[in-house]
């Protein structure tokens, strides 16, 4: 099953590529996980890649995927995208709709 705005993405033709790796639970300041092991900072192995959207910047970084998605609680977009030197813009509660508008 999709998240809704990755439903969007292919129904506008977009080919999703994967998924990233995240911390147990989406939580923590390193992006470990039990289940995947460590991502790894691709600038400097000895750092962190940040938090839960730490195997996105990686990614995004190392130019593996042109886009990424994520949701920014605490930091959990920007702090990732300041350790693998990629921008991330942080949306709004009234920004971006989370499922489509309803047809009443």
């Not at 590529?17 to 400097?44: K, Y």
């Not at 890649?49 to 609680?73: C, I, K, R, V």
Request: proline share 9%; net charge positive; glycine share 12%.
């Amino acid at each position: 099953m999709d998240a809704p705005v990755v439903e969007r993405m292919r129904a506008a033709g977009a080919i999703p590529v994967g998924h990233t790796n995240l911390p147990d639970f989406a939580i923590g300041w390193h992006t470990d996980s039990e289940l995947r092991g460590a991502t790894v900072n691709p600038w400097d192995r000895f750092r962190t890649p940040g938090a839960s959207s730490g195997g996105e910047a990686a990614a995004l970084a190392t130019g593996m995927t042109p886009l990424g998605f994520g949701n920014d609680t605490l930091g959990s977009l920007r702090w990732p995208a300041q350790c693998c030197g990629v921008t991330a813009l942080k949306p709004t509660s009234a920004g971006f709709r989370t499922r489509p508008r309803s047809s009443r």
